[in-house]
Each structure stands twice: as structure tokens, then as C-alpha cells.
């Protein structure tokens, strides 16, 4: 338990703030080397001002469509495990993202969403949550993958990578994708494994509602997962719009699957997460715009209103939620 402590703290405190501040370095260094750099912030200014505004607060309004579709998700999952409203749903997500800032890769999220379920159900929670979040990495796979398949002439163009490297990236990530597509729609097979376990048993009721998730439902979870990325997808080109990236849709979209394909398989914290996002977006979108000033904000503007803005939201609920459990424990 120490020993954990001390990695703990030692990611937190160290290697995470290490990490950001020369990841915050080398994009700098990027960015001031920009040919036209006065320019391109002139621009940046400028819109603040002009009719593009509203892309912005088009992007805000698609966040809260965003989450709406991860709230809807959530609740279609527990259905089976327990009844629960849309506005608790949405309560739950938002809360699970509160939770998941300060832990890698997000895995934080779950502790947020099990506080909104009765007693008894929250352990049961978890396996249906994981089930939620591996039909997102399977959407981000399929359209990473073919992100990586249509940019492949570009990226080898820039020596980013080997042409023999690449063709083992794609297949890998090919590799990764229908193994993780063909356990997502054979969940059942989790709880027979569990049962063969030495003193695993015990916990396959844990699972066991899992075996409710027939392919009509597992269909409909991946559908509501597509839609979030298309979500994801929009809301990247309109602020590449907003700031002056001079990308089409399908540059923008498919530089974006790319980039999220590659967070997903790259462990992070939540401290260099903002620097890694911006580091990988200048790789890929830099490909088809020089405007690397305008890709940073771009990319800051959508960790910010995606993450930040909810996470702010659910730390609230979190501290109303705690205020009820405190009344019921004292009686009030």
C-alpha cells in the first residue's frame, strides 16, 4: 500500500509536471518558429470579433449534446441493474469525469458514476460502465485505423515514421480491434471465465448482468458511441475554423481520428495530458496546415470546454451528493 502511495505521488508531483513542462517546451519552440506568426495571432484575435464567434459557442452547445448522448448511454446500461432517470444519468457522467481529471488515462471516471446508485448495485456498476467505455475504444480503433489507411501517403511523406513501421501499426491496431470488437460482443464468455477461476467465483455476480447485454443492446451502445465521435469530429473542425486552420473536413476529421487512436494507446495524467494532446495534434494536423498556433488552440480549446467546463459541473453535484450522504448518516 505504501509502495503504491509512493508511485502515486512520484506520478503526480513528479514525472506528471516533468512530462507537461517539457511537452509545453517543445510545442513553444514549434510555435515560435512559425513562419507568419504575427499574422496568424492577428487572426486568432479577429475572431473573437467576427461572425466566427459562433462556431465557439456552437462547440459549447455540441458538449452538452455530447455528454447528453454519454448520459444516455450510461442509463440504456444499468438499465438492467437498476431504473435510472436521465438527469441522475447525466449527473453520474459528469461526476465520473470530476473523478477521472486526476487519474491516468481517465480510469477515474467509474468511482463518479457508482456514487448515484443504490447500495448493493455500485460494484455490479462497474462492469457495465467498462462495457460502455469499450465500445468508445472501439470507435476510436475502427476510425483511427482508417484514418491511419487514408493519411498513410502523407505521413510516410514526412518520414514521420517508417513504411514498414506503419504497415505494423495498422495492423496491430487491426489486430487490437477485432479482438476487442469480437470480446465486446461475446461479453458472455467474461463470466464463464471468471467462473473457471480459482476463488474467482465469488465475484461473477459482479458480472453476471452482463450476460442481459444481447447484440440489439450492444449494437445501440456502439451507435450512441459512433455519434459521440462524429460529435468529437464537428466540434475539432469548427474551432480549426475559429482560429484559422486551413484544413478541409475530411483533413480535419481523419487527422483528428489519428490523433485520438494514438491517445488511447499512450498512457498519460492529467497534468500532461493537455501538453500530449497538443504535441500529437501539431504531428497530424500539421501535416496539412502551417498554422501551428492556431492547432494548439484549437486543441486547448477542446480539452478546456470537454473536460474542464464538465469536470467543474460534476465536482458540484459531487459536493451536493456528499452533503445528502452526510444528512442521512446524522439522521437530518
Known sequence: ??????????INYFLGPLLF?????????????????????????ESFTSPMLWNLVTVVLLMFINWSIEAIKWKISVNEIQKVSFSRALKAVLSGVSFS????????????????????????????????????????????LTGLIILRPAIEAEHFVSPIWL?????GVLAVLLVLTLFYFRLSWLIKW????????????????LEDFNATLLLRILS??????????????????????????WQAFWTVSVSFVVMAVIPTFAIAELGL??????????????????????????????????????SLMILSIKKIYTEKNEGI
Open 1 to 10: 500500500m505504501k509502495l503504491n502511495r509512493n508511485i502515486k505521488i512520484f
Open 21 to 45: 513542462i517539457w511537452l509545453s517546451w517543445s510545442i513553444y519552440r514549434e510555435i515560435i518558429n512559425q513562419p507568419d506568426l504575427t499574422i496568424a495571432w492577428q487572426k486568432i484575435r
Open 101 to 144: 481529471v486526476s487519474t491516468p488515462n481517465r480510469v477515474g471516471e467509474y468511482l463518479g458514476r457508482v456514487l448515484y446508485m443504490d447500495e448493493g448495485n455500485r460494484l455490479k456498476t462497474i462492469s457495465v460502465t467498462i462495457a460502455g467505455s469499450i465500445s468508445q475504444l472501439i470507435i476510436t480503433l475502427l476510425m483511427g
Open 167 to 171: 504497415t505494423m501499426i495498422i495492423y
Open 194 to 209: 471468471i467462473d473457471r477461476l480459482p476463488g474467482m467465483k465469488r465475484f461473477a455476480y459482479l458480472v453476471r448482468v
Open 224 to 249: 450512441l458511441s459512433l455519434l459521440r465521435f462524429f460529435i468529437f469530429g464537428i466540434q475539432y473542425y469548427l474551432l480549426f475554423c475559429f482560429f484559422d486552420v486551413d484544413v478541409s473536413w
Open 277 to 314: 494532446r497538443g504535441k500529437v495534434s501539431l504531428i497530424f494536423t500539421g501535416l496539412f496546415s502551417a498554422n501551428k498556433a492556431g492547432i494548439i488552440f484549437t486543441t486547448a480549446g477542446i480539452w478546456f470546454i470537454n473536460l474542464i467546463i464538465p469536470a467543474i459541473v460534476g
